[in-house]
């Protein structure tokens, strides 16, 4: 059997040590990736909601190529939202530019009671 690994993209292990957790996890041929926001390497967040969402998903491909993965293997991707009614028309144009049809399996989830919490 194979023994999960561990997978931290260059220059944010300190941030995912500090913290407690992996940015993801492999398992055989599977890949576990973690939830990712919108930070810079320093842990800052991005102060425009726009940039916070392709620093997400920047944050996310740095991932996935450090365990040798591209968004061409992904199958699903989960959004939280905290405003959801505003948030998720920038969320979907960034996403659309992200990834060709067909499209992902998607789940996209929010509402008030997310602010302070993620």
Do not use: W
Request: hydrophobic letters at 35%; glycine letters at 8%; a negative charge.
């Amino acid at each position: 059997m194979n023994q999960p690994k561990p997978v931290f993209p260059a220059n944010r292990h300190a941030l995912y040590e500090k913290h407690g957790y992996s940015a993801a996890i492999r398992s055989g041929d599977l890949l576990f990736v973690s939830g990712q926001v919108g930070s810079r390497e320093d842990g800052t967040p991005e102060p425009d909601f726009a940039a916070q969402v392709e620093r997400a998903f920047d944050n996310l491909k740095a991932t996935l190529n450090a365990a040798g993965c591209t968004f061409d293997d992904l199958i699903d991707v989960t959004t939280f939202h905290t405003d959801p009614e505003n948030q998720f028309p920038t969320i979907m144009q960034v996403k659309q530019t992200l990834f060709p049809k067909p499209p992902l399996s998607e789940l996209d989830s929010g509402g008030r009671e997310l602010a302070g919490r993620l």
